[in-house]
């Protein structure tokens, strides 16, 4: 019973569409960040298995960068949200519909 | 100069026009009348200057503009175009000096100088895009002479007008794109220019779509049946200078490009699509007219008299012999003249009345005689009466038809019978009988400025009409080379026997000796 | 063997963990649950002998995004549950299980290729973070520096957001109200730049 | 045990970074001198960052001339691809950017350009699209366009009022969405391919024949999505009128061209070595993609009541009328590309502008977005010049000739009916007659209406000298574009025929 | 010679203009005075060309180009040979003495200048259609007179019937003239040329079919013209006109281009006797339905009108016979005394103030002696009797009928003479004998002005002799150019017993009307509401019958052409396109919710369904590969 890279990417795969279905779910914008949270790990995991597999480092360092990239988003993503919360009170997305059409 | 005369002509109004904006309010109708007359006067030099015996491009000037991909700037013109070109220039003349406008004329004005210059582009221009390119750009001005001047549904009326031609001419666009690029990979070279595309002979199958592409966007500008339907619109909102030159010279674009494009581009495509088109010319001959007579509208039957006329037009053109569509160009003209005349003389009652319903009047003959005679004369060329400038173009265009089909012919004549039903039942109501409403007791004859509008095209339509060889004869040079590429080109036997040789000595003789 | 019950027992572990995260409406079960995520996924990192990134995505996710998603959960108050408004979870869940199982369908078949060289191969030689340093400083210094620059822009965007400068919004504010702004504001403004 | 690495500093190529060093470095100089001396004017920070962009362009082409002679050059470990498009992209990129900066220098104080950091972002994301384009690694790809993209949320959140943070906020989220794609889509092409260099990547799909192909689509699908949301293919498009309509108009001006020729560049490397290698699904798939997104979009701006919105559907459109040019795949049709988006950077600049100096501060009661059609009613009446100017960049939108997008739209179209798609050629040019009527909906309003007196005292409230230079700037380039085509056309094919596209 | 005939051409068109100038103003006699002179000196000059001719010399001058086109070449080419110069001489005759004549009749008109402009206006149309050395040019005749005779029915625009009858008479005309057209499109793309010589030349080197059909539709022309049946009615309703116009239009000239066409064409007709033998059936047909719609008619003009079709319909029979030359004699006799009839017609409207029902008048022999002596002369012209012009042309008629030995039309021609001289004399008889029935109406009539008189007297006297003084020298004449064919019954015997029978059966018919109606009009009620009076009393129930089965569909058509295809089919088919467009949008643009939720949803389905479409392409690609395999 052998673990293959097929075992990482399909693991890969239902993470990211559990990233998915908690972009979509969520109203509420900081758990609907976790969400996008969730979509980069799933594919840092497929990277990490690839670059194993392929006997490359390649993928590692993707997966460095992706960390990186996920870190700055939450930076600007929580300071976008801090004014918004700032002006609304509310980190619900269902109230941000004043523009439409 | 005379070597950059065509683009003098293109460019002036324009030039003229940008300067416009400085003109004071108040002097820009004589600004307006000053600079389309020296355009007139410019354009009858050209006259002067072609040489009626030449049957190839005159004036030709070339310069390139987009040089990579073969777009350049080609203007020239022939017989075919010179008329043309020149009852631009007079009707912007007639309409400026005619103008009744009084909201902000400056504007207007203005916008007629573009609108010149587009017109006078589309005719001489040899380059399918430079052709292209003024053929879209006067959408603009005529959309912006509706939409603001127009009657109440004028926004509805210009937006129709604009869009459907915009969509025709998109298609049609797409065919030049094709057909330069059929001139590329035959030759290895980009070029749009109408006289190299002539040296082209193409497959019958790419002929047809072609041919389907360009018919798209002329026969929506003609506009032919069943593709009308804005024409009416147009006119009926747009103010008289509009339907003036709408009538006058844009719709003639179409049928222009027709002998200018299709014709010569896609013979064997057009005698192929011969009875088609004949069938529609014969829809818009017959059932617009049918259509006019049932109108309400004084400016409605002359707006579809109007679609009626451009059909014996169409059918001229595909008459595909020197007659036909020699006869189909004087026609042009002369519906120019004749329908720009009933346009104007429709905007001397509107004027007065501010109303167009055939309803609201009747005996004018008896309170405005003058204007009840200079419509009369009009009505009586539009309906194609011997001597009048009308007769010549529809007896040539029919006549010319004629050889290709008996039948076709024969229903297309039914043009003169039914033109005469609407034109005169419409005369009927509007002229004749007993002025029954007291707002029409007082009204005025025409005034000194309208009769300067008429009376030129009075004197025209009779003129030519007695006299057409000065355009006749430059018009016939010109088309023969034409119908002699096409004989040339022709590549299916039907064509070939359809599209008569010119060349051929022995035909010439003989018809030298039935002379 | 020791492998396979590894990986198992981990992507069981992930995929609760992530679908807690995903489904609980409590904020601080959400909160908890990605951060245990987070680092069961450094344990596939280990496994992988991807060790650098394990411990980066330690420090990083745990660490640092962790800490920030945490005060943005006090900041804004989300403390407490959540009520969020569902519409159609239906639709969700069709699209998110279609989804994967398109993705899975694709995944389960093998990779067929006889092309793959590896660019940079792991050197069972050198620790992995020694492997990573070098190529991390020759083949990927730019991108190793434009992500200085990301985080820097990060930062500032972070900054400015959340500052104060922008409780005050000059694009709303008529002109005369900016000016009696500045010119009260004047003096702290001028002490703050000198700052 | 390290051994140490011997590298030649000519081969490291270093110059090929410098004109994203420039902008790096300029952004910087903006931030130090911000902490030497705050509370400065706007238009000094406008001044240097149009300086730093100078020297960039400068730069750039420089890069230009060299690669007439010696083709692309790559540098930094080939990280970075110094190519024809990426000449191409970051002139326009930059020329672009020069454009829409002084747009700061607006009569009326808006929020944003009172701080510094905004005109640092501003370079920094510069930088950004500039690695963006410059590389074919999928690494930087990502680092860059993040760069940018972050920067770019900050951007349109400064502008500091409730729906800008919204935009920002639904731009920032789907992002984020997007970026998950990127890196999934990535991951697929790299677990197949064993790399993440685009050269690469082709060359070992192409040795194996497109054995995996599952996996290929699979990755190209997660990639389609990813660009579908840069470039707004529908229905990835949802941001766009949003953000356009909560951002200002300038920097929804900004949006509507310099992320967007990023994106194509890339989808450009990306997409069309498959496309070339006959995978019919993403032929068949581009096509659908490129006509929907068309003509929808077309068919939602129609509908709309506020210009700005009705602009960013256009540009949705003109978007996926360019994306056909990736379609089809041919040099001529890459050169389209190009043309098309420097003829429409000019017209759509000078929309947006127009835009821009008619923006109020306070909206009036009835009034629920920036720019109603109502707004423009009448203006030939009122202030003919700008009724003109608008006009002319509504024609020009339209694709009526001879203004500037006529010119792009024609060869595009060309390079269809050359490339064999008829039918799409077609369809390119029915929905340049859908467009026209939005176009020609302000037109009417424009010219053909009465002006409402409430929003008389509005227009051109913004306008400053410099607003009204890019205007005429703009509009020179519209009118007089046909001058510039020719010139145009045989650069942009000389750099994109010699970079192999 | 040919300044005489640019002279005897062109001063009508001169008279036509100068009038034309006065047209709004109020009257001047002058314009009538100069209109008149003008036509006189035609008339001089026409006789001076007459003269010319008949020494045996044609004239024939190309003015200048008009038409050139291609191979086609059409000059203003006139020709004054022996056909013409007579039609010249009757135009100009006839016309002369109507403008003398409408000096006096349209007196008191407010149109005065406007009537001359236009008569003089037909006049000169008329004498370009005769003199023309071409078909196009006759065609330019031929529609000039159309729209001449278009003015002048509607001359008196503000009544409906007059402008109704104008516009009928235009577009009725106007149908024949497409047929016209046709025929000279054929005659064109068969012998690449239009003038009569080259075609009349070359005419027989044409297959038989294509003769035939240029014979068909150049009489079909020429029936639109003539008012033969079917397209007849308008000549009735065209009375709504001045007397004068019905004179010298719908009597004497503009309706007998017909057969003047037909006279012209004779090479062509020769060649077709089959055609021939249609028109003079035709013809025969013609006047004898006309004649008895003439019987029992009430209006006074139209009675006369039937009279002209019914003559008309006498020289379509010569013509069609091949008796060319005895049709244009008719044609010539007939002028005179039927434009002589119209103008004793209009004193005597003058005289009852417009009234025009016969049965309304009575007795006015006494007030008006000399329109009654000039119009008794004119009727017995017309009923052929000897020595009256009429005897020696239309008996020729009936003789060239025997002698083709075309018996049955012999006998309709004979029965129709003795019909026109009933209904002749019913008319004489009613407004001149018996009791002066209009006194119940308060009028009191009175006779024309003298030199109304005087300008009819030479009418009079050519009704009178024009049979016997020209009938030599113009036979001689013509004969130049039309078949030379005499028409003697050889047989003394049959000659003289039918000169005498057809005498005699004229007389009886105008005994019997004197009998009928000179004294007491007796209103026979049984009669009148019998089926065949009706029947001959609403004209056969034709004009109705038009107007139901062409009128009335035509108008509704055209409304349902507007109102239904144009607005609902075609016109709503691009708005519609149009407004699905529209409509599209406002549906589906709902889906920009502004929701961020449902925008990430979105993203989402674009990716599913990317990926469902992958998926399905990798396993139908497998199919397809593992089954190659």
Not at chain 2, 202 to 207: A, E, G, V
Not at chain 4, 46 to 64: E, K, N, P, Y
Not at chain 5, 77 to 97: A, K, N
Not at chain 5, 396 to 403: G, M, R, T, W
């Amino acid at each position: 019973m052998e673990i293959t890279l097929a075992h990482y990417l399909v693991l890969s795969g239902v993470l990211f569409s559990i990233g998915l279905i908690g972009v979509m779910r969520r109203k509420n914008l900081l758990m609907l960040f976790f969400a996008t949270e969730i979509l980069l790990n799933a594919t840092n995991i497929g990277f990490a298995a690839i670059a194993h597999y392929h006997g490359d480092l390649t993928g590692q360092m993707f997966a460095f960068f992706v960390i990186a990239i996920a870190a700055s988003e939450v930076a600007v993503g929580l300071g976008l949200l801090i004014v918004w919360y700032k002006r609304t009170g509310k980190i619900d997305l269902d109230i941000m519909t004043s523009m439409r059409g | 100069m005379q070597e950059h005369i065509l683009s003098i002509l293109i460019f002036f109004p324009a030039l003229a026009a940008m300067l416009g904006f400085v003109v004071h309010k108040d002097s820009a109708r004589a600004y307006g009348i000053t600079v389309a007359a020296i355009e007139f006067f410019l354009s009858l030099w050209l006259w002067n200057l072609y040489d009626p015996m030449t049957s190839g491009m005159q004036f030709m000037e070339q310069a390139p503009l987009v040089a990579a991909f073969g777009i350049n700037y080609l203007v020239g013109i022939d017989g075919i175009s010179l008329f043309i070109i020149i009852l631009s220039t007079f009707f912007t003349m007639i309409g400026i000096a005619s103008l009744t406008e009084t909201r902000r004329v400056k504007d207007l004005i203005i916008t007629l100088l573009f609108l010149e210059m587009t017109m006078v582009g589309v005719f001489a221009a040899l380059d399918a895009i430079v052709f292209y390119v003024f053929w879209e750009l006067s959408l603009i001005p005529m959309l912006y002479i509706i939409g603001a001047w127009g009657g109440p549904l004028r926004i509805y009326a210009s937006i129709k007008f604009f869009l459907y031609t915009f969509t025709g001419s998109l298609v049609m666009l797409v065919g030049m794109l094709f057909m330069a690029y059929f001139y590329y990979q035959a030759t290895g070279q980009w070029s749009f220019s109408l006289l190299e595309w002539y040296r082209l002979i193409l497959p019958l199958n790419f002929q047809l779509w072609l041919f389907a592409a360009f018919f798209i966007g002329f026969a929506i500008k003609v506009p032919m049946f069943p593709f009308h339907t804005w024409l009416p619109y147009a006119h009926g909102q747009a103010p008289t200078i509009g339907s003036v030159i709408l009538a006058a010279i844009l719709l003639k674009m179409g049928t222009y490009a027709f002998v200018r494009f299709s014709l010569p581009l896609f013979p064997d495509a057009s005698v192929f699509f011969m009875f088609p088109i004949a069938i529609l010319a014969i829809i818009m001959i017959i059932y617009t007219a049918m259509v006019a007579y049932a109108q309400e509208d004084i400016k409605q039957v002359v707006a579809y008299s109007s679609v009626s006329h451009m059909g014996v037009i169409v059918l001229g053109t595909f008459a595909l012999n020197v007659e036909g569509i020699s006869g189909s160009i004087f026609l042009m003209i002369a519906h120019g003249v004749v329908s720009g005349a009933l346009f104007l003389l429709v905007g001397v009652i509107y004027d007065r009345r501010h109303t167009k319903l055939m309803s609201e009047f009747g005996g004018l003959a008896s309170v405005m005689p003058r204007y009840a005679t200079i419509f009369g004369i009009m009505m009586m060329a539009s309906v194609g009466l011997p001597l009048t400038i009308n007769f010549v173009g529809e007896f040539l265009s029919l006549l010319g038809f004629y050889k290709q089909s008996h039948a076709f012919t024969l229903v297309a004549g039914t043009a003169i019978i039914v033109g005469a039903i609407y034109m005169l039942s419409a005369y009927k109501k509007m002229f004749f009988g007993n002025v029954t409403k007291d707002e029409n007791k007082h009204l005025k004859d025409v005034n000194m400025t309208e009769l300067l509008a008429l009376v030129p095209l009075v004197v025209i339509t009779v003129w030519l009409g007695v006299y057409p060889k000065p355009l006749l004869e430059p018009i016939s040079h010109s088309v023969e080379p034409i119908v002699q590429l096409m004989h040339d080109k022709a590549q299916t036997a039907e064509a070939q026997a359809r599209i008569p040789n010119l060349a051929n000595p022995e035909a010439m003789n003989s018809q030298e000796e039935t002379r | 063997m020791f492998e396979a019950i590894a990986f198992y027992l981990f992507a069981a572990l992930t995929i609760a963990m992530f679908t807690i995260t995903v489904m609980t409406s409590q904020a601080l079960y959400a909160l908890t649950a990605m951060a245990a995520g987070m680092i069961f996924i450094s344990a596939f990192f280990f496994i992988l002998g991807a060790d650098f990134l394990g411990v980066i995505q330690i420090i990083v996710y745990t660490g640092a995004v962790m800490a920030l998603y945490a005060f943005g959960m006090m900041f804004f108050d989300t403390t407490r549950t959540v009520v969020e408004k569902r519409d159609n979870p239906r639709v969700i869940f069709i699209l998110g299980v279609l989804a994967a199982t398109l993705v899975v369908f694709i995944l389960v078949s093998p990779i067929i290729s006889t092309h793959i060289e590896a660019n940079y191969p792991i050197n069972a030689a050198m620790g992995n973070s020694e492997t990573i340093g070098l190529i991390l400083f020759t083949k990927f210094l730019v991108p190793f520096e434009i992500a200085a620059v990301m985080l820097l822009v990060a930062m500032i965007a972070g900054i400015v957001l959340a500052g104060k400068k922008m409780d005050k919004s000059l694009t709303l504010m008529a002109e005369e109200e900016i000016a009696l702004m500045s010119a009260t504001q004047a003096k702290p403004e001028t002490e703050e730049g000198a700052h | 045990m390290l051994e140490p690495i011997h590298i030649s500093l000519a081969s490291l190529n270093i110059a090929t970074l410098a004109p994203m060093i420039v902008a790096i470095v300029g952004a910087l100089t903006i931030l130090c001198i911000d902490l030497i001396k705050g509370g400065l004017h706007k238009s000094l920070y406008v001044m240097v960052s149009l300086l730093f962009l100078m020297i960039d362009l400068g730069l750039i082409v420089d890069f230009g001339n060299l690669f007439i002679q010696n083709g692309s050059v790559s540098g930094m470990f080939n990280m970075m691809l110094i190519d024809g498009l990426a000449i191409l992209g970051q002139i326009i990129i930059v020329a672009g950017s020069m454009l829409f900066i002084p747009l700061a220098l607006t009569s009326k104080r808006f929020h944003e350009y009172n701080y510094p950091e905004y005109f640092s972002l501003f370079l920094f994301m510069i930088a950004g699209f500039q690695f963006m384009v410059a590389t074919d690694n999928l690494i930087m790809i990502f680092v860059g366009l993040e760069t940018a993209s972050l920067a770019l949320y900050a951007l349109i959140a400064l502008h500091n009022r409730s729906k800008s943070f919204e935009a920002a906020v639904k731009y920032f989220t789907m992002g984020a969405l997007a970026a998950g794609f990127y890196a999934f889509g990535s991951m697929i092409l790299y677990a197949i391919t064993g790399s993440i260099e685009i050269n690469q990547i082709a060359a070992v799909l192409g040795a194996d024949h497109y054995a995996n192909i599952g996996y290929v689509l699979l990755a190209i699908s997660f990639l389609l999505a990813a660009f579908g949301f840069k470039l707004s293919m529908v229905p990835f498009h949802t941001w766009t009128p949003d953000v356009y309509e909560g951002s200002s108009a300038a920097m929804a001006g900004y949006m509507s061209i310099v992320p967007k020729i990023a994106g194509f560049i890339v989808s450009m490397r990306l997409f069309e070595f498959l496309v070339h290698s006959g995978v019919v699904w993403l032929q068949v798939i581009l096509y659908i993609a490129v006509v929907v997104t068309m003509t929808a979009s077309n068919i939602w701006a129609m509908v709309q009541t506020d210009v700005k919105r009705m602009l960013a559907y256009s540009s949705i459109s003109h978007a996926g009328f360019v994306m056909a040019a990736i379609l089809i795949g041919t040099t001529q049709s890459n050169t389209a590309l190009f043309l098309y988006w420097a003829l429409f950077s000019f017209t759509n600049l000078g929309a947006f502008t127009m835009l821009w100096v008619s923006r109020q501060k306070n909206l009036l009661p009835g009034q629920s977005s920036d720019h109603p059609f109502e707004k423009f009613s009448g203006l030939i009446k009122t202030m003919p010049m700008a009724a003109i100017m608008m006009g002319l960049f509504m024609l020009s939108l339209a694709g009526i000739p001879p203004f500037g997008l006529f010119w792009g739209k024609i060869y595009i179209i060309a390079s269809a009916v050359t490339g064999g798609y008829t039918v799409l050629a077609l369809i390119m040019a029915l929905n340049s007659a859908l467009a026209a009527y939005y176009y020609l909906k302000l037109i009417v309003y424009m010219f053909m209406k009465e002006p409402v007196k409430e929003y008389g005292k509005y227009y051109l409230v913004n306008a400053s000298l410099s607003l009204k230079t890019i205007i005429g700037i703009a509009a020179v380039g519209t009118i007089f574009a046909v001058l510039a085509v020719n010139p145009l056309l045989k650069v942009i094919t000389l750099f994109v025929y010699n970079s192999g596209y | 010679m040919e300044i005489y005939l640019y002279i005897a051409l062109f001063a009508p068109l001169a008279g036509s203009l100068f009038s034309a100038l006065f047209g709004a103003s109020p009257k001047t006699s002058v314009t009538g005075i100069v209109a008149s002179g003008l036509l006189f000196i035609s008339f001089v000059s026409s006789a001076i060309l007459l003269n010319y001719v008949m020494m045996g010399h044609t004239v024939h001058v190309e003015m200048m180009t008009w038409i050139a086109a291609g191979d086609l070449y059409i000059p203003f080419g006139f020709v004054v040979d022996q056909v013409s110069v007579v039609m010249m001489m009757v135009v100009s005759v006839v016309s002369t003495v109507v403008h003398i004549y409408s000096v006096g009749y349209m007196d008191h008109d407010k149109g005065f200048n406007r009537f001359f402009s236009y008569l003089s206006a037909f006049v000169f149309s008329m004498m370009v259609l005769v003199m023309s050395d071409n078909f196009l040019g006759l065609f330019i005749g031929w529609e000039g007179v159309g729209l001449c005779s278009w003015l002048l029915i509607g001359f008196w625009y503000h009544k409906e019937s007059a402008t109704w009858a104008a516009n009928e008479a235009f577009i009725m005309n106007r149908i024949a003239d497409l047929a016209m057209l046709i025929g000279i499109f054929i005659v064109y793309w068969n012998i690449g040329s239009l003038q009569y010589d080259v075609v009349f030349s070359q005419i027989a080197n044409l297959p038989m079919p294509i003769i035939t059909w240029i014979g068909i539709f150049l009489f079909i022309g020429a029936m639109g013209k003539s008012a033969q049946f079917p397209l007849h009615t308008w000549l009735a309703d065209a009375m709504e006109g001045p007397t004068p116009v019905s004179a010298l239009i719908h009597a004497a000239t503009m309706v007998t281009a017909g057969v003047y066409l037909v006279v012209r064409a004779n090479p062509i007709y020769s060649l077709i006797p089959e055609v021939g033998t249609v028109i003079a059936s035709l013809g025969a047909f013609v006047a004898m339905f006309a004649a008895t719609m003439a019987l029992v008619n009430r209006d006074m003009k139209r009675i006369i009108a039937y009279s002209t079709l019914s003559q008309l319909g006498y020289m379509f029979v010569a013509a069609g016979l091949g008796a060319y030359w005895v049709a244009l004699f008719h044609l010539m006799a007939h002028a005179f005394f039927k434009a002589l009839l119209f103008l004793g017609a209009g004193n005597v409207m003058h005289a009852m103030h417009d009234e025009l029902d016969p049965f309304k008048m009575g007795g006015l022999k006494k007030p008006m002696k000399w329109t009654w002596i000039l119009m008794t002369l004119a009727s017995v012209a017309l009923a052929g009797i000897y020595p009256l012009a009429g005897f020696f042309s239309k008996d020729l008629i009936l003789e060239v009928a025997f002698v083709e030995q075309h018996y049955v039309l012999y006998t309709v021609l004979l029965l129709t003479a003795g019909l026109t001289a009933f209904y002749s004399f019913r008319l004489v008889a009613l407004i001149f004998n018996g009791d002066e029935r209009h006194l119940e109406h308060g009028i009191h009539p009175h006779e024309a002005y003298n030199f109304m008189l005087y300008a009819m007297a030479p009418l009079g006297l050519l009704a009178v002799i024009a049979g016997m003084v020209f009938k030599t020298p113009y036979y001689e004449m013509v004969t130049h150019l039309l078949p030379a064919l005499e028409y003697h019954i050889h047989n003394h015997t049959t000659f003289w017993i039918m000169t005498i029978g057809t005498q005699l059966f004229v007389i009886a018919a105008i005994a019997y009307a004197y009998k009928k109606y000179a004294k007491a009009v007796k209103v026979d009620k049984k009669v009148e509401s019998g089926f065949f009076y009706q029947l001959l009393y609403n004209q056969y129930y034709i004009p109705k019958l038009y107007d139901e089965l062409f009128s009335k569909p035509y108008r509704e058509l055209s409304r349902i052409a507007w109102k239904q295809i144009d607005l609902k089919i075609v016109d709503a088919t691009v708005d519609g396109i149009a407004n699905v467009i529209y409509r599209t949008g406002e549906k589906t643009h709902t889906m920009q919710n502004g929701n961020l939720s449902s925008m990430l949803r979105w993203m989402v389905i674009g990716l599913v369904v990317l990926l469902v479409l992958a998926v399905a392409f990798t396993v139908g690609y497998n199919a397809v590969t593992m089954r190659a395999m």
